[in-house]
T-cell receptor, first 115, second 114 residues
Framework: DAGVIQSPRHEVTEMGQEVTLRCKPISGHDYLFWYRQTMMRGLELLIY????????DSGMPEDRFSAKMPNASFSTLKIQPSEPRDSAVYFC?????????????FGSGTRLTVV | AQSVTQLGSHVSVSEGALVLLRCNYS??????LFWYVQYPNQGLQLLLKYTTGATLVKGINGFEAEFKKSETSFHLTKPSAHMSDAAEYFCAALQGNRDDKIIFGKGTRLHILP
């Protein structure tokens, strides 16, 4: 298995532009998580899905952020419009079932820079 | 709510010395605990996990951690540090009674001195 695949690896965009981050979870994993990592705040859970359904989006910072999972093999995190404070590394992770005993498998992340 | 506290955002040890990274959790119910490692420009990788049973857990790369309920701790150790251990380490726990959302500590960056 290729693991959790995220694209792009790096994204530089101008303030006000729309940004879309993509994630392909491991086949057969029922859970998908989006995290944001910054020096100041560490790892923050933004949203997670179970069987393509959003379960908890309480970590989504503002209405500018939205996430979708149209099918079991693909998810997107969209920021519209983007702002410089959105600059961070965004990680996607997946899990084969409920968290007990499994932990998560993380992708390599997307480094977003908003100028 | 469940929380995880890692003591020391940076830890430096000499190559060959003992590595000790501290983690404490707060929970009213027995948690499930994890240690993850993040190498530069990479995602997080599971080092080891405690669910039930033996309180001393062995992980990859020679690391181990001991669950101590009386101290609400889950410290990570390695007898002899190697240069390749330089990375950021995250302690994590399942949140409360829910079994599908892991809460991460803020991380400890481990520096290995030659």
């Amino acid at each position: 298995d290729a693991g959790v695949i995220q694209s792009p690896r790096h994204e530089v965009t101008e303030m006000g532009q729309e940004v879309t981050l993509r994630c392909k979870p491991i086949s057969g994993h029922d859970y998908l998580f989006w995290y944001r990592q910054t020096m100041m705040r560490g790892l923050e859970l933004l949203i997670y899905f179970n069987n393509n359904v959003p379960i908890d989006d309480s970590g989504m910072p503002e209405d500018r952020f939205s996430a979708k999972m149209p099918n079991a093999s693909f998810s997107t995190l969209k920021i519209q419009p983007s702002e410089p404070r959105d600059s961070a590394v965004y990680f996607c992770a997946s899990s084969p079932g409920q968290g007990i005993g499994y932990g998560y498998t993380f992708g390599s992340g997307t480094r977003l820079t908003v100028v | 709510a469940q929380s995880v506290t890692q003591l020391g955002s940076h830890v430096s040890v000499s190559e060959g010395a003992l590595v000790l990274l501290r983690c404490n959790y707060s929970s009213s119910v027995p948690p499930y605990l994890f240690w993850y490692v993040q190498y530069p420009n990479q995602g997080l990788q599971l080092l080891l996990k405690y669910t039930t049973g033996a309180t001393l857990v062995k992980g990859i790369n020679g690391f181990e951690a001991e669950f101590k309920k009386s101290e609400t701790s889950f410290h990570l150790t390695k007898p002899s540090a190697h240069m390749s251990d330089a990375a950021e380490y995250f302690c994590a726990a399942l949140q409360g009674n829910r079994d599908d959302k892991i809460i991460f500590g803020k991380g400890t960056r481990l520096h290995i001195l030659p």
